[in-house]
């Protein structure tokens, strides 16, 4: 089984050596050579502005290091991300690892160190099985599991290795391997007979002995309740199944998937230049904000620097869009509550927001505005007075909100020390944003590892005292609303003079007053545009602070005019697996209040 990541390692001999240009690297990297034999990892020699510390392993070794680094000293105590890699085509792969068939990564982050390493694990075709680690990290249980159904990859002694993106009775194979068709059109077409529509009626009934759940004990009888999959607390089609002894919730299962897209694989299909339109689609409230990882991502993988003026820009809209969704976010909670007033009123300041973001990117929810190397345009005439109106009505309306909603005594009764979670609880589910920030912990990633010129802005990072419960984290969002209208009001008075777009070959397209001068330039803009730019073969990583915490996106380039693989890391989808272990034993009102505070949207889980 492991035969040829044995002979791999006596063919380099000791590589650890090896000079990396971070500081935070070295120390772990010791800490490796004192407790392990050099033939038992191998350090992938990666640039290390593009990808963090990475390793490969064996699949035998999984639980001894992943034992190691969650118990030395400042641990690498959260599992941010895991995921697979069909290596099958990878042309470019890993020069030691030629062999392998697929691959499996694990995402860790030390909140201490503020350091972060990926383990890698080679994986035969004949031979997918390798121990699960919900043991060590909670959140790995939803992870193996869409792992299990999207590479056929299993995981011995996971609780419940079951589908959770895809259909129960889904048996067309497994989506991210590359055997697998990227469109309709190369499947067999798809015929819905009375058969296979009674048996997709009959996979979505629910049975409790299917979860292993008691219809009764000794002194009661349970009820079953489905919350969802379509009802207004639950934010999107999204199905909780409850079981209740009266209204205490005894246990729930949350059942994701109903907007699931394939947004992965889509993005195999799609050139890096097309793909930036379904960024905006991941969590569709977030715009512009959600380019953001991707653009930084190929950025990094084409060596492209931006000018100033472009960081700016993308940080003015990434504000915008993240003050409205914000304001979403405060308004819905106020309604799953009972307070309707403020809804209608909040969206009366969306749309002075939308307005903005049409007068700059000509479209409102969905801008697709970023570019690899720079924007669409240039910041049309007149976008700073619309800027300024909006930095003086806005802080009026948030004192208004502030005073008959946040300090409402029935809303803070509603809310406060409810589903309430520590420090340490949130980051064994992988939480992120103002729901840790709630436990007094400020990461937030424009700080602790600024991006697009974030370093140059002056702005606090709201926290909590301790305890994450519904209120905290609400009113976390609108501080941060404060700390965002800050940020837009440096851009507007310090942006940058220069172009919108940096003078690069994989720039795309190229500036449209040369194009239409120059018949080199217009067949460069012709072939970028239609069979879009060949970015060269590497693997980069970008995380960014999204609206309802971290996003980000893993690049592999095999040299092509698209992604080998795009692994889209949403904020959502560990958010609601922590769901049942914070409101066990609580009421069904408290479930939607709870809800509402998570602030999430379906297709940032399913994707």
């Keep these: 089984m492991n035969n040829f990541f044995d002979n791999v390692v006596k063919k380099i001999g000791d590589v650890h050596n090896q000079s990396f240009s971070k500081k935070n690297i070295e120390p772990i990297i010791n800490e490796i050579n004192k407790n392990f034999n050099f033939k038992d990892f191998i350090i992938q020699n990666n640039s290390t502005d593009k990808m963090p510390f990475t390793i490969w392993i064996k699949s035998k070794d999984l639980i001894k290091f992943i034992k190691f680094f969650s118990e030395i000293n400042n641990p690498y105590n959260m599992l941010y991300d895991m995921h697979g890699i069909d290596e099958r085509l990878h042309i470019n792969k890993f020069s030691l690892m030629k062999e392998m068939d697929f691959s499996l990564f694990y995402y860790l982050i030390s909140i201490n160190r503020n350091s972060d390493i990926i383990i890698k694990i080679p994986l035969k075709e004949n031979f997918l099985k390798i121990n699960t680690i919900t043991n060590f990290f909670k959140n790995a249980n939803w992870y193996e599991r869409e792992i299990w159904e999207m590479f056929g990859i299993n995981f011995i002694n996971h609780p419940c290795l079951s589908h959770i993106l895809l259909p129960k009775n889904w048996n067309y194979g497994y989506p991210l391997r590359k055997d697998f068709p990227f469109r309709a059109t190369e499947s067999t077409p798809y015929f819905l007979t009375k058969e296979k529509y009674k048996k997709d009626i009959k996979s979505t009934k629910f049975n409790p002995e299917d979860f292993n759940l008691k219809i009764k004990n000794k002194l009661d009888d349970y009820m079953y309740l489905n919350l969802g999959p379509n009802h207004p ?92 969704s914000h304001l979403l976010c405060l308004s819905t909670f106020m309604q799953d509550l009972g307070i309707m007033t403020p809804i209608f009123l909040v969206f009366t300041d969306r749309q002075k927001i939308y307005d903005i973001i049409e007068a700059i990117t000509g479209a409102r929810m969905h801008p697709a505005w970023f570019r690899i190397g720079g924007l669409a345009q240039d910041l049309p005439y007149g976008w700073n007075f619309l800027v300024k109106k909006l930095l003086s009505w806005l802080p009026k309306r948030l004192n208004i909100y502030k005073k008959v909603a946040l300090q409402n005594s029935i809303l803070i009764s509603r809310s406060q020390n409810i589903a309430s979670y520590n420090q340490k609880e949130a980051i064994s589910w992988g939480i992120t944003g103002t729901g840790l920030r709630a436990t007094g912990l400020n990461f937030d990633v424009r700080k602790w590892r600024p991006y697009s010129g974030y370093e140059n802005f002056v702005f606090e990072i709201p926290t909590g005292n301790n305890i994450s419960d519904s209120y905290s ?87 092509s005019t698209m992604s080998y693989r795009t692994r889209i890391r949403t904020p959502s989808f560990p958010h609601l697996q922590q769901i049942p272990s914070v409101i066990k034993g609580s009421l069904i009102s408290d479930l939607i209040t709870y809800l509402g505070s998570i602030d999430f949207v379906m297709s940032d889980v399913d994707r």
């Design 233 to 324: 607390s639950v934010h999107g089609a999204f199905r909780i199944i409850l079981q209740l002894s009266g209204e205490v919730i005894i246990k729930c299962i949350p059942e994701i998937g109903y907007h699931h897209r394939g947004a992965e694989k889509i993005a195999e299909r799609q050139t890096w230049h097309t793909y930036i339109p379904y960024t905006d689609r991941i969590e569709y409230l977030g715009g512009c904000v959600n380019e953001m990882p991707y653009i930084l991502a190929i950025e990094k993988l084409a060596n492209i620097i931006v000018t100033d003026k472009i960081k700016v820009i993308r940080v003015m809209l990434s504000e915008l869009f993240r003050i409205n």
């Design 473 to 559: 984290r609400i009113l976390l969002k609108f501080e941060e609303i404060w700390q965002s209208l800050s940020i837009i009001k440096q851009c507007l008075n310090y942006m940058p003079e220069g172009k919108h777009k940096v003078d690069h070959p994989l720039t795309t397209p190229p500036f449209r007053e040369r194009m239409l001068n120059d018949i080199e330039t217009l067949i460069h803009h012709f072939v970028q545009v239609s069979w879009g730019p060949v970015i060269p073969a590497n693997e980069s990583f970008q995380m960014i602070e999204a609206t309802k915490g971290i996003n980000s996106y893993y690049l592999i380039s095999d040299g």
